[in-house]
């Protein structure tokens, strides 16, 4: 699929979409003042042809209700709403074509750069998509040299603005995490592999935050927020499992289900005197240390 057809399918979803119900002489009359164009009208058969394939590699099906006017619409809207990567592909995509189409915007919206993305990305998918195991030469922060492995791709995942890959390493004989930004080198093999049917990568992730799921035993952890950084936690939960215990007018104690990974100490430190760990006491001894070291480097300037 080259990306001229693929910018294509995801203009007619989003189109559709935004519009709720439409008919394919109004979808035509927007397809003639979009730059995708070149304007030119899109004639049935292709019109047709583009429904097969979103629905192919998006799994999101144009239906039509032939009743008072043969009027498009997309049936499973609720599931797109629901999040997930429909529903990222499909912002992500829309925003770049209205931006491609306004170019005097361009330098007025800004974005976050996940450089890692570039050139592994698709490769890696593509890899996915055709259950072929990729070889990697990925260089850990952990060792000096960089290390080879072979890696059934199971899925991947964005955070902190790093794409990764998570997939079965034959060498370590199990399921690991490789940022792209330390891969050097990456080959596509022709040895097949079978997606296990197990595996499910939201529920692989489920009881972490971020990227790392290896360490630790689930754990019901609290922490206190002060002042106006418990707006923050409550419009963008910190994760899935987040409750608010317990409120007052100076705090929020927020309650959660999860383990106590360094993605979670390094991000709850992020957030200097807004937030406090109450248990466990083991992870808030943790912290505690954590947070007299960092003093520590800054005690000579302390009066």
Sequence with gaps: MTKDLFDKYIW????????????FEEINERWLRSKLSDGKDIPLRTFHNWRIAIEQVFDINIECNRRGGYYYYIENVDDIEKG????????????????NESHHLKRRILFEEIPSGQQFLTPIIEA????????LCHQSYWYDEPMTYTVQP?????????????????ERDAIRTFSLDRIH?????????????????????????GIIVEEGE?????????????LYMRALPLHHSQQEVETTDEFSIFEYRMKQTFDLKQELLSKGKDIEVLSPSSFREEMAKAIQEMAALYQPHLK
């Excluded at 689930?218 to 927020?225: A, D, F, G, Q, S």
């Design 218 to 230: 689930v754990e019901t952890i609290r922490i206190k927020v002060y002042g106006m950084h418990r």
């Design 154 to 170: 199971y899925c991947v995942k964005v955070f902190k603005q790093r794409w990764y890959v998570v997939g079965f390493c034959k």
């Design 84 to 99: 997930g990567i429909r529903n990222w592909l499909l912002n992500t995509f829309a925003v770049n074509n209205l931006i």
């Design 12 to 23: 007619l979803v989003d189109t559709i979409y935004r519009a709720g119900k439409i008919t």
């Design 185 to 209: 080198q990456l080959i596509t093999l022709e040895s097949k592999f079978t997606y296990p049917k197990g595996f499910d990568p939201a529920a692989f992730f489920t009881d972490s935050f």
């Design 128 to 135: 996915m998509r055709d259950g072929l195991e990729i070889e």
